[in-house]
């Protein structure tokens, strides 16, 4: 019990800590965001998922160097690093395990959604969304399934992502005050996010919890964001033309400034 007690006080003191003012305390400096991962989704042998023009692969890798590059330009004070710069397999852990070792202050993954090709209609569905990570219920996890489909090419998939049994009601407990340490912070840069591609006229699918193998490690505000339907023919269109990958870029690059502005303490 007092080792629990340990746990869920250190929990409790890590979540609140970026938001407390230590304007009185000049021994401690004020809380900045300093670094940004940038985790284009997929990539070498995991990238399956296409539309009729492109790969969800590459599609993420462009939006992803354009949002490094207009970082970069626009907040010089901060770095940007990305999960990878070239079509490579980068397998889940690594991705956040990445994020984790350097302390990155907020972690962006970019996807692009497909509806499954046996559906009926599956071209008219379009849209954006955002997650943070959750459990999802069992039978409503289709993106978690989705995106941790490379989990298959993993051979130390145990070794990387078991941590808590999920039969064990103490454990789950602790592991999900570790997983949503950061969770009011993730649902407000996701909620951000999703009102700027709003704002462009995007049709707006909302900020969803699901248990994403990518997010569900981080230790800071984390997020998959996918910009749009690759099986939606016009959507496939925006999302690969210069005008949409800047646009989407973009509106990240604003959910990034409103969100540093708003948890930043001097």
Do not use: W
């Not at 869920?8 to 003012?21: M, N």
């Not at 459990?135 to 489909?149: H, K, P, V």
């Amino acid at each position: 019990m007092p080792l629990k007690r340990l746990v869920y006080g250190l929990l409790i003191l890590f979540l609140v800590f970026p938001f407390v003012s230590f304007s009185n305390n000049s021994e401690i400096p004020p809380y900045r965001i300093k670094t940004i991962v940038i985790d284009p989704g997929h990539g070498g042998k995991d990238g399956a998922t296409h539309g009729l023009l492109a790969k969800e692969k590459d599609v993420a890798l462009q939006v992803a160097l354009r949002l490094q590059k207009i970082i970069t330009d626009s907040l010089p004070d901060v770095k940007v690093v990305l999960t990878r710069s070239e079509d490579v397999f980068i397998p889940l852990y690594e991705r956040i395990g990445l994020a984790n070792k350097i302390k990155a202050d907020m972690f962006i993954s970019i996807h692009c959604n497909s509806m499954p090709a046996s559906m009926r209609n599956r071209s008219a569905t379009r849209g954006v969304e955002t997650f943070v990570s959750g459990f999802g219920r069992l039978g409503e996890q289709n993106t978690a399934i989705l995106e941790n489909a490379s989990i298959l090419y993993e051979k130390d998939y145990k070794e990387n992502y078991e941590g808590y049994d999920p039969k064990d009601p103490e454990s789950m407990i602790i592991f999900s005050l570790l997983k949503n340490a950061y969770r009011e912070q993730s649902i407000k840069l996701a909620t951000m996010i999703q009102n700027e591609y709003i704002n462009t006229g995007r049709i707006d699918r909302g900020v969803k919890e699901q248990s994403l193998a990518v997010l569900a490690k981080a230790g800071m505000p984390a997020v998959l964001t996918e910009i749009g339907f690759i099986s939606n023919p016009e959507e496939e269109e925006y999302i690969t033309s210069e005008s949409g990958q800047n646009e989407i870029a973009g509106c990240l690059l604003k959910a990034i400034r409103r969100y540093k502005k708003a948890v930043e303490i001097e």
